[in-house]
């Protein structure tokens, strides 16, 4: 079996795009999508009816629940950017979506913890604001009923990571698509280099055991960054280019 996973689209349409098109030339057998779809100062609703248009096994992220839950004041600007472009029927449909999803062959797919969208599986963030690898015993405490999951996927934090836990699953994180940096330009962006490619994995089961592929694809990112400018996001627009808040 051959598995592509994608995640953290964040209504970055080009970047879905690029991802979508490598994705058909690899022979998988099924994508699956961990949610944040289209929150962004870019093509949220465009970006939507791509995804819809595939039919994908989706969990729900953090982003897709506040869209439809939150108060106006305490959305984001890139939130209220994105509620505002999707129609109240689009943002019922991503509320929808569910919280954790088990797929074929002990495979759970979830946004960021089996019982948490907006807490991070793999990393913990230092005081600093910069994110490192969880702690043995933070991560065993965090990966509690798996029912079963031999392979759990995640998302949330945009970074690509594979651990494999002693007598317990491997977690892949493939990346974000479309957002290079994580949050409303952190800390951590002002610290770090990234880079701006557009983010996802292909595992492939052989013999019982899973191996995995995290690519990072080239794409038109400077249209994303005129994008954000020209929809008077020119703070995001470094990030797009760049990723990183330069």
Not at 145 to 169: E, F, I, K, N, Y
Request: charge should be negative; glycine fraction near 8%; aromatic fraction near 6%.
């Amino acid at each position: 079996m051959r598995l592509a996973v994608i995640s953290d689209v964040h209504g970055n349409l080009p970047a879905l795009e690029a991802v979508l098109a490598d994705i058909k030339t690899r022979g998988v057998d099924a994508t699956v999508n961990l949610g944040d779809c289209v929150t962004s100062p870019l093509w949220p609703r465009e970006t939507l009816e791509l995804l819809q248009s595939l039919s994908l096994p989706t969990v729900r992220g953090n982003h897709d629940r506040w869209i439809e839950e939150l108060p106006e004041e305490k959305l984001s600007a890139a939130g209220r950017f994105a509620r505002a472009a999707l129609t109240s029927e689009q943002r019922r449909v991503l509320h929808a979506l569910p919280p954790r999803h088990t797929l074929e062959q002990g495979i759970l797919a979830v946004h960021g913890t089996p019982d948490d969208d907006c807490a991070l599986l793999l990393e913990e963030m230092l005081d600093d604001g910069r994110y490192v690898p969880a702690r043995r015993d933070v991560l065993a405490a965090r990966l509690v009923d798996l029912g079963g999951a031999t392979l759990v996927l995640c998302g949330h934090s945009h970074r690509q990571a594979m651990v494999q836990v002693p007598r317990g699953p491997l977690v892949v994180n493939p990346g974000s698509v479309g957002c290079p940096v994580f949050g409303d330009i952190p800390i951590a962006a002002q610290l770090e280099y990234r880079s701006p490619h557009a983010r996802y994995a292909v595992l492939t089961e052989r013999r019982g055991h899973w191996q995995a592929e995290l690519l990072a694809l080239a794409y038109d990112w400077d249209h994303a960054a005129a994008r954000a400018t020209e929809n008077g996001f020119v703070h995001w627009a470094g990030a797009y280019a760049s990723g990183a808040v330069i």
